[in-house]
């Protein structure tokens, strides 16, 4: 079983193809993945909000989907720790309180100002924007990495896309430093 535990924030998940992405790289066992149903129920809500067309029906499979693929990722018997976390946004103290209860090394989020180094580090925890933490993998485990990206490009079939269109899609999540590793190895994925 992989060290490294991290817990996806709810902002890493809403976006489809980061959240493929993310998902991926779990299955690698490279590192472990984990989440709350809070966190579920963050990005669910602001998926259908802002998308009127995706329905309940549809996240809540792609939500199950998760469950069952990624092992043991749900977080539970974090609930007590929030009261006593302080963040600059309080709405966010569930994603640190479920990352110390599952001892996690990092909260991979692209709202790293709602995670401050001084809020976290007395848990030994680290707040990591999603480009760095996949380019980091990519240091720690290209081959891992590269596997989850071809099979997430493969995977893609309404429209397929061939490598550099995947990589431009991957571009446009803010993902600049892993595409730039990726486009290294392009004929890998």
Same mark, same amino acid.
């Given at each position: 079983?992989?060290?490294?535990?991290? #817990?996806? /924030?709810?902002? !890493?998940?809403?976006?489809?193809? &980061?959240?493929?992405? *993310?998902?991926?790289l779990?299955?690698? $066992?490279?590192?472990?993945?984990r989440?709350?149903?809070?966190?579920?129920?963050?990005?669910?809500r602001?998926?259908?909000?802002?998308?009127?067309?995706?329905?309940?029906?549809?996240?809540?499979?792609?939500?199950?989907?998760?469950?069952?693929? #990624?092992? /043991?990722?749900? !977080?539970?018997?974090?609930?007590? &720790?929030?009261?006593? *976390?302080?963040?600059?946004?309080?709405? $966010?103290?569930?994603?640190?309180?479920?990352?110390?209860?599952?001892?996690?090394?990092?909260?991979?989020?692209a709202?790293?100002?709602?995670?401050?180094?001084?809020?976290?580090?007395?848990?030994?925890?680290?707040?990591?924007?999603?480009?760095?933490?996949?380019?980091?993998?990519?240091?720690?485990a290209?081959?891992?990495?590269?596997?989850?990206?071809?099979?997430?490009?493969?995977?893609?079939?309404?429209?397929?896309m061939?490598?550099?269109?995947?990589?431009?899609?991957?571009?446009?999540?803010?993902?600049?430093?892993?595409?730039?590793?990726?486009?290294?190895?392009?004929?890998?994925?």
């Amino acid at each position: 079983m992989a060290e490294l535990t991290v #817990v996806y /924030d709810a902002c !890493v998940l809403y976006p489809a193809p &980061l959240r493929s992405f *993310l998902m991926y790289l779990a299955l690698t $066992d490279v590192f472990r993945a984990r989440w709350t149903d809070t966190i579920h129920d963050e990005w669910m809500r602001n998926v259908m909000r802002d998308h009127p067309d995706i329905t309940r029906i549809k996240v809540e499979r792609i939500r199950n989907l998760m469950n069952a693929h #990624v092992r /043991d990722c749900l !977080v539970t018997g974090y609930e007590e &720790l929030i009261e006593g *976390l302080t963040l600059p946004d309080p709405d $966010d103290r569930h994603v640190l309180a479920a990352a110390i209860k599952v001892g996690a090394d990092l909260i991979v989020t692209a709202n790293l100002s709602d995670f401050p180094k001084l809020a976290l580090a007395p848990h030994g925890i680290e707040a990591q924007h999603p480009d760095d933490f996949v380019a980091n993998l990519l240091e720690f485990a290209p081959n891992a990495v590269h596997e989850a990206a071809k099979k997430q490009r493969e995977s893609l079939k309404n429209p397929p896309m061939s490598v550099n269109e995947y990589l431009e899609s991957l571009e446009r999540q803010r993902l600049s430093r892993t595409v730039a590793g990726l486009r290294q190895v392009a004929l890998l994925i």
